[in-house]
């Protein structure tokens, strides 16, 4: 069964950085796309940006650009997403998801349980 | 405000048939790429419905249908069941190859 299971929830002061992850199993995960998605609280889903595990290529949305950083480590399949420096406005659910295809265009399937990221002074 | 627009709500009685609009442009929907769709019930993770616009994935049921023409698409639910509430997501790319999501549906039953 091909599973994406996400770090717990987390949190934070303004100003702390943070690191969450994704670790996929029941697949190859060099083989397909993980992508980031953030759900602020009571609003939709908005794409951050896409890795590739093989080679770590990844796309920024430019709304994440410079914001946030996309990794991933092929030897323990996991994906991660993390901030520097952490504002109240980060505070939301952060889904991983895989592409259901091997092209960096392609629906997602699945997701991982998400994770809650609460930052507050 | 999402590039991809959808109305904020619809709503049907039990038995019913609603269809949900999603609507982009010529740099997104238009420009060639597959529409899918996404459902979201209350406190879980989306869960993928339809793919390349019009085709289910095993397990959803056949009263979920979707279409695409030109710069916009659409997902049609028949014979509405309580549990269909939830929230529904468009999603697309843009000719950059950044993703998009619509701004999400919420459907009461």
């Given at each position: 069964?091909?599973?994406?299971?996400?770090?717990?929830?987390?949190?934070?002061?303004?100003?702390?950085s943070?690191?969450?992850?994704?670790?996929?199993?029941?697949?190859?995960?060099t083989t397909?796309w993980?992508a980031?998605?953030?759900?602020?609280?009571?609003?939709?889903?908005?794409?951050?940006?896409?890795?590739?595990?093989?080679?770590s290529?990844t796309?920024y949305?430019?709304s994440?650009q410079?914001?946030?950083?996309?990794?991933?480590?092929?030897s323990?399949?996991?994906?991660s997403?993390?901030?520097?420096?952490?504002?109240?406005?980060?505070?939301a659910?952060?889904?991983?998801?895989?592409?259901?295809?091997t092209t960096?265009?392609t629906?997602?399937?699945?997701?991982?349980q998400?994770?809650?990221?609460?930052?507050?002074? | 405000?999402?590039?991809?627009?959808?109305?904020?709500?619809?709503?049907?009685?039990?038995g019913?048939?609603?269809?949900?609009?999603c609507?982009g442009?010529?740099?997104?929907?238009?420009?060639?790429?597959?529409v899918?769709?996404?459902?979201?019930?209350?406190?879980?993770?989306?869960?993928?419905?339809?793919?390349?616009?019009?085709?289910?994935?095993?397990?959803?049921?056949?009263?979920f249908s979707?279409?695409?023409?030109?710069?916009?698409?659409?997902?049609?639910?028949?014979?509405?069941?309580?549990?269909?509430?939830a929230?529904?997501?468009?999603?697309?790319y843009?000719?950059?190859?950044?993703g998009?999501?619509?701004?999400?549906t919420?459907?009461t039953?």
């Amino acid at each position: 069964e091909v599973q994406l299971v996400q770090s717990g929830a987390e949190v934070k002061k303004p100003g702390e950085s943070l690191k969450i992850s994704c670790k996929a199993s029941g697949y190859i995960f060099t083989t397909y796309w993980i992508a980031w998605v953030r759900q602020m609280p009571g609003k939709g889903l908005e794409w951050m940006g896409i890795i590739y595990p093989a080679d770590s290529d990844t796309r920024y949305s430019p709304s994440f650009q410079g914001q946030v950083t996309i990794s991933a480590d092929k030897s323990i399949s996991t994906a991660s997403l993390q901030w520097s420096s952490l504002k109240a406005s980060d505070t939301a659910m952060y889904y991983c998801a895989r592409g259901r295809r091997t092209t960096v265009v392609t629906d997602f399937d699945p997701w991982g349980q998400g994770t809650l990221v609460t930052v507050s002074s | 405000q999402s590039v991809l627009t959808q109305p904020p709500s619809v709503s049907g009685a039990p038995g019913q048939r609603v269809t949900i609009s999603c609507t982009g442009s010529s740099s997104n929907i238009g420009a060639g790429y597959d529409v899918h769709w996404y459902q979201q019930l209350p406190g879980t993770a989306p869960k993928l419905l339809i793919y390349d616009n019009t085709n289910r994935p095993s397990g959803v049921p056949d009263r979920f249908s979707g279409s695409k023409s030109g710069t916009s698409a659409s997902l049609a639910i028949s014979g509405l069941q309580a549990e269909d509430e939830a929230d529904y997501y468009c999603q697309s790319y843009d000719n950059s190859l950044s993703g998009l999501f619509g701004g999400g549906t919420k459907l009461t039953v």
